[in-house]
């Protein structure tokens, strides 16, 4: 063989090599980027059903406290006035992976329940994290607990908008 056919054979073994690493480097991309999306809709689905155990939480403290919410000033204070009778662990009050705690509405301590418009924001999803260097820009959203029980997501703005602090 040949230096000149020697010297063919290793640059095409070469850029081949390259081209299978690029390929890799790609599919790894794409599984990352999904398992990102999948791991979020995860949280979502955790915080959705946490928010849900704190409004059972709520509505069973009004009902034994003449209507009225708990202290709502600070995580702390309405977690301590919950656990464990109204709700049964603490874990609902925490994000699902970094246990940044969900927020009660402090415009809302000691307020009656049922004088609440139904789609007063009175819980919100811990605040969210700052995205990833490199992330893909997707405008966040943050689970909201409604006064009538139902959980939905809104932008920052969208919550702003609704009188979230």
Known sequence: MTER????????LF????????????LVNVSESGLRAAMLRKQQKDTKYDLEILADGLKRYAADHGGKLPAMD??????AGLLPLYV???NAFVRMGDNAPHLPNPKFSRKILKNLAGTELIYAEAELPPPAK???TVVPTR?????DG???RLTASEAQDRGWR
Do not use: E, N, S, Y
């Not at 056919?5 to 095409?12: A, D, S």
């Not at 850029?15 to 790609?26: C, E, K, P, S, Y």
């Not at 689970?143 to 006064?147: K, N, R, S, Y």
């Open 88 to 90: 049964p662990f603490d």
């Open 134 to 136: 490199g992330a893909p």
């Open 74 to 79: 600070h995580p702390d204070r309405t977690k």
């Open 5 to 12: 056919t020697m010297g063919c054979k290793l640059l095409l």
């Open 15 to 26: 850029f081949g090599g390259l081209t299978i690493l690029a390929f890799f480097a790609m």
């Open 143 to 147: 689970g909201f607990l409604q006064a």
């Open 150 to 152: 139902k959980v939905i």
